[in-house]
């Protein structure tokens, strides 16, 4: 191919012209495509969602620490109602 940033020399002939145009429309076609991917964000939410199901389902201790975390509030939860209710009772017969 002729390239002729000066403007010296000869003409690119058409097959030349033809190339750079097959090139430019290629490469046009995968920026396209590359924002397309960038602008869907659904797409991108099921793959990361898939990824952490795939690395939960490789890890089963994630979802046991998970499970446990889970109970440990559950029971500090349940602790502080009852001290809540017995300090009330408490007061109420003292009354």
Do not use: C, Y
């Not at 002729?2 to 010296?8: A, E, F, I, S």
């Not at 920026?31 to 939410?45: G, I, M, P, S």
């Not at 509030?73 to 109420?92: D, E, G, M, Y």
């Amino acid at each position: 191919m002729t390239n002729n940033p000066d403007g010296h020399g000869a003409a690119p002939s058409t097959e030349e012209l033809r190339a750079q145009v097959e090139e430019t429309r290629r490469e046009l076609g995968e920026t396209v495509e590359a924002l397309a991917a960038r602008a869907d964000l659904k797409a991108q939410t099921r793959a990361k969602a898939q990824q952490a199901a795939i690395r939960t389902r490789d890890n089963p201790s994630v979802p046991v620490a998970a499970g446990m975390a889970a109970l440990l509030a559950l029971a500090l939860f349940i602790r502080r109602k009852r001290q809540q209710s017995h300090s009330r009772l408490t007061r109420w017969r003292h009354r």
